[in-house]
Nanobody, 116 residues
């Protein structure tokens, strides 16, 4: 069955870095656009970054530009999000999303907390 398993979250101080990973299985990873979303308590889910199926194009939310980098390894069916210069407002559950036409799959998320 389809699985998206996020890892790499945790508690980090402001200004710190984290690298999130999403391990995919059960579908043809290289055929899907992949995205990272985040959801903070009491807020709507927010798109953070997207990468095309071959990895040739990326897009970022304004809040992530210049600080976050999305990447993928199609040989290992893995998605990453490198997050630098983290701010308290980056605190949220980060979720991995796979999308191909009408199909969409979600992971369970990994908690990122930015606090001193």
């Amino acid at each position: 069955q389809v699985q998206l398993v996020e890892s790499g979250g945790g508690l980090v101080q402001p200004g710190g870095s984290l690298r999130l990973s999403c391990a995919a299985s059960g579908f043809t990873f290289s055929s899907y656009a992949m995205s990272w979303y985040r959801q903070a308590p009491g807020k709507e889910r927010e798109l953070v970054a997207t990468i095309t199926s071959a990895g040739g194009s990326t897009n970022y939310a304004d809040s992530a530009k210049g600080r976050f980098t999305i990447s993928r390894d199609n040989a290992k069916s893995t998605l990453h999000l490198q997050m630098n210069s983290l701010k308290p407002e980056d605190t949220a559950v980060y979720l991995c999303n796979a999308r191909q036409f009408w199909r969409a799959y979600w992971g369970q998320g990994t908690q990122v907390t930015v606090s001193s």
